[in-house]
């Protein structure tokens, strides 16, 4: 893994975590389902501008086509979504350590669905991460934490999973822009229904919630994607899910810092426990050192 590669994954945890936050600022004057299919309407029409002011093209092969529609759905409608309407109930620090639990689920299907072998260290990062989200759940639980949140976010990080894992189709054929502009379109187009049907639609007017809905719609929203899908391209899936183990801490941090969020030491612990864990499944799916292969070859970078 090169520097370039590693700056840029560093820069994408730090986005990605940072969400959680703005999110939290956002429900908080605006409904959640209306307020992120209107970040979504404007980021994709940004991002396809983008693409196409970059000389890119909407013909995507269908293996791209599929799977932004998959990611579309299952990432900015389902687990951006679920979030959303989760961070009325729950803070930005459990959501996000709950998301964070995506490179495990990952890992977890990849040993399941696909076959694919895990090392001991792999195994002694799924308990321990295991271990770590039960011990911080199980001080929300016993402080209160409403359980409809909970369930929320964790139907929203099995969405993310899935999205993940999908996205490996899509880091092909090139047209990176305008497959993230894209699939924050079919996003919106679906949470435009559900917020008529599903929630009262509101929006209090604030400074706030005006900054905070900006700053998502071009950070995490255009930016973090973008770099994460040519990450994705540039090092494979297994290596771009390393820096997932940074997005408990991160997020954490960020909470703590712009929104006063308190963690006890059990929760600190936890959230040690559970970086950890998915370091060490991260760690045990890297590959074994392989004889060199054409640098620019697409293939030498997939795992």
């Not at 092969?61 to 579309?72: E, L």
Request: proline fraction near 4%.
């Amino acid at each position: 893994m090169d520097l370039r590669a590693i700056a840029m994954g560093l820069t994408f945890a730090l986005m990605w975590s940072s969400a959680f936050t703005s999110a939290r600022i956002i429900v908080a004057d605006a409904s959640p389902l209306f307020s992120l299919a209107m970040r979504f309407l404007i980021s994709g029409l940004i991002g396809v501008m983008i693409a196409r002011a970059m000389g890119q093209s909407w013909r995507l092969t269908p293996a791209q086509w599929k799977a932004t529609v998959i990611f579309g759905i299952c990432q900015n409608a389902l687990y951006l979504g679920l979030n959303f309407v989760a961070m009325q109930w729950v803070g930005a620090s459990v959501a996000a350590i709950i998301a964070s639990t995506m490179p495990l689920l990952v890992a977890l299907a990849s040993l399941l669905i696909f076959r694919e072998t895990i090392r001991p260290l792999g195994i002694a990062g799924l308990v321990a991460g295991v271990a770590g989200v039960a011990l911080i759940m199980g001080t929300r639980i016993s402080a209160g934490v409403d359980l409809l949140g909970i369930a929320l976010c964790g139907l929203g990080v099995l969405a993310l999973t899935t999205a993940t894992l999908a996205l490996r189709g899509a880091t092909s054929g090139g047209n990176f822009m305008m497959v993230v502009g894209l699939q924050m379109l079919i996003g919106s187009a679906v949470l435009f229904p559900a917020a008529l049907l599903f929630e009262t639609i509101r929006v209090e007017p604030s400074l706030p919630l005006v900054l905070a809905f900006a700053y998502t719609t071009v950070v995490p929203g255009l930016m973090a994607t973008f770099i994460w899908v040519v990450l994705l391209n540039r090092i494979g899936a297994v290596r771009a899910a390393t820096f997932h183990f940074l997005n408990p801490v991160f997020g954490v941090a960020i909470a703590s810092l712009l929104l006063g969020e308190s963690l006890g030491m059990l929760d600190l612990i936890g959230v040690g426990v559970v970086t950890l864990g998915i370091l060490a499944v991260q760690l045990s799916r890297q590959p074994n050192a392989t004889p060199a292969r054409p640098v620019g070859s697409f293939a030498a970078q997939q795992d």
